[in-house]
């Protein structure tokens, strides 16, 4: 029978990163704060969480990150002169980010993995499920993913994890998890993962992606984690214990995503990410378009 669990209303967002894969770019601006077309990548993220339902968002930042809170900050000057302006449209644009949401900050201080960065939420969060959101991964708003997941997660408890089929040589680039399939065709369950294995070695093609839904027990298995690989906590060693006995922290169920993903995480995916939302933009994707295609044409 189907049970009823808490309502999540709490979304993390681990934004302590350095974006070594940027430099120079980042050396004085956080890698979150890149624009994606005309609009942080950060930005993208936190409006998929309010979109989700989730209006409480804790991100955890480092050194360097200020204007992360700066950028969802008022910013009065700005706006006076806009409204002096006339200039309704920008002056909206403006206000939206501030206006998104209630925001928190906390520092991570040292840059420990995921884990840890995860762990840092332990106070805001509570015994409350929770989301946590990667900004690497812009999930397209015409594809829900977090709402099913957490359709999911309620449905279910425990955790819920999202997944994308990827080419059996970029295994290595990703978790991977062994699954089971379930009645529904975009669920399965999840009974072991492995941090970015060798693709002969990998339980299957499912890759993790930065999407989950946590049960906030989470939180003790991540206080006695090891370091592991790369010298830091890993998430996906947590949640592995969680996917070996559920009687610590419910099952673990994932979600089979096959929308439209961006992948912000290295320079050309970031490229591609850019070209692919400015040509379905309304106000710039026509004019784009037909540049691109005499660019393309010329080119070849």
């Known amino acids: 029978m189907t049970q009823s669990h808490p309502r999540i209303s709490k979304a993390v967002i681990p934004a302590a990163g350095l974006g070594t894969r940027f430099l120079p770019a980042t050396k004085a601006t956080p890698k979150e704060m890149l624009p994606v077309v005309d ?89 409350e499920p929770f989301a946590v959101l990667l900004g690497d991964d812009l999930i397209d708003p015409r594809d829900p993913l977090l709402q099913r997941m957490i359709e999911i997660q309620e449905q279910y408890g425990g955790s819920v994890i999202a997944l994308m ?14 699954v089971e399939r379930t009645e529904d065709a975009d669920v399965v369950k999840v009974s072991g993962l492995v941090e970015k294995p060798d693709p002969a070695e990998a ?31 890993q998430l996906t060693d947590a949640l592995q214990q969680l996917a070996e006995d559920e009687r610590i922290g419910g099952p673990v169920h994932g ?16 490229l591609r990410a850019i070209v692919r939302l ?11 378009r037909t540049w691109l295609r005499r660019y393309v044409a010329e080119e070849m």
């Open 39 to 127: 609009k942080p990548a950060i930005q993208y993220v936190v409006e998929e969480a309010v979109a989700a339902g989730l209006d409480d968002v804790l991100m955890v930042t480092g050194r360097n990150k200020r204007p992360l809170e700066d950028h969802f900050d008022r910013n009065y000057e700005l706006e006076s002169a806009l409204e002096k302006k006339g200039d309704a449209e920008r002056l909206a644009k403006v206000q939206e980010s501030s206006d998104l949401a209630t925001i928190h900050y906390v520092r991570q201080g040292d840059p420990r993995g995921l884990g840890h960065a995860v762990l840092c939420a332990a106070p805001h969060v509570g015994q």
């Open 165 to 178: 089929e990827v080419a059996p040589e970029q295994v290595h680039l990703y978790g991977c998890a062994a």
């Open 203 to 233: 339980p299957s093609n499912y890759a993790v992606i930065g999407r989950y839904v946590l049960d906030p027990r989470i939180f003790d298995i991540l206080r006695k984690t090891e370091p592991g690989r790369g010298g830091e906590i």
């Open 255 to 270: 979600v089979v995503f096959k929308g439209r993903r961006y992948d912000t995480g290295d320079r050309g995916d970031f």
């Open 278 to 288: 400015a040509c379905e933009r309304e106000d710039l994707g026509p004019e784009f």
